[in-house]
């Protein structure tokens, strides 16, 4: 136990799927051996997590019966309540099986669509059985290799008719759950639709019940395009948009790697972090990735131990940095007030802008001024290696 050990109360979570994953990719087969649903329940509470998030088929099997599915989410449910963990978040498989290889809710055949529909309904009301309140829609088969195949606004139509769907769904049965959407940019598919937080942002207003609606952005996928993670979220808080988070780490620009919270890119992380807890944000911390393929069973419990550890201390490094002497001079100096502009820019009037046409500015004077960002983000790097 020390000051990064971690504690309910910091609402980490992980889904079966990720201390589940067994290490196959495009090349190879499993390395591991499984972890059952109420194994991870079990390890994830005594690592200090306080709870886990699942699509419908890491619990219940496609092929289980009435009185199969059951029996699995009692023994579950039970689980739940002996180790002290909660269900946070419930997803649809919407990718794995064959049926959907060209798309689940975006499918040019309403079969499909119509199927994707029916096993949405089951996997939420599965989720709600369990206490799920978010639900998160990850379209990762919702795009194109062959862009002859489908005209890409009709897509976006079907797309919006069946979370419209689902949403009449949810309200007619009367659950309490809000919906969050997951964008990425490619992988499986070759091209994604609704790729990036923008977009699905977007997107989320012309459904219809907005409010009802928000994200699920993950670090990976906001990465795999080579974006500014931090300024992606950043926009969801400020619309208050943010109803979950998928922390992981990923390379710019590669494969979808899953990777350790924090592992690549730990000034972008940091950020983050700051962000987050900069803002209040109070939904779950949600670890999306996966240990190393050359790891077994003990190398995923590390792997999750070490997800929860690095967010602490980046956590603890964001105090810091808020009572860093030096790094608080240097931002008082480059974020200086002026109460009678920012009162003119606030608001449009005839007046403002009549004042603001007259306002002499120096603009030789303000390019020349240097603003020691150099220094500051040395500071930062110091704070970050442990040498401030
Ligand atoms: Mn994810």
Redesign the pocket.
Known sequence: MDAYTPRKEHKFTFGLWTVGNRGRDPFGDVVRDVVTPIRAVQKLSELGAYGVNLHDNDLVPLDATPTERDRIVKEFKKALDDYGMKLVMGTTNLFYHPVFKDGAFTSNDPKVRAYALQKSMQAIDLAVELGAEIY?F?GGREGTECDASKDPADAIKRYRECINFLIGYVKDQKYSLRFAM?P?PNEPRGDIFLPNVGAMLAFIETLDDPDMVGV?P?V??EHMAGLNFAHAVAQALEAGKLFHI?L?AQKLNRFDQDLRFGSEDIKGAFFLVKLLEDHDYDGPRHF?AHAYRTEDEDGVWEFARGCMRTYLILKEKARQFNEHPAIQELLAQVQPRDAELESLMSRYSPQNAQVLRQKQFDIEAMGKKGLGYEKLDQLVIDLLLGVA
């Open positions: 998160v990850w997951e990425k699920n993950e990976a996928h998928d992981n999306d």
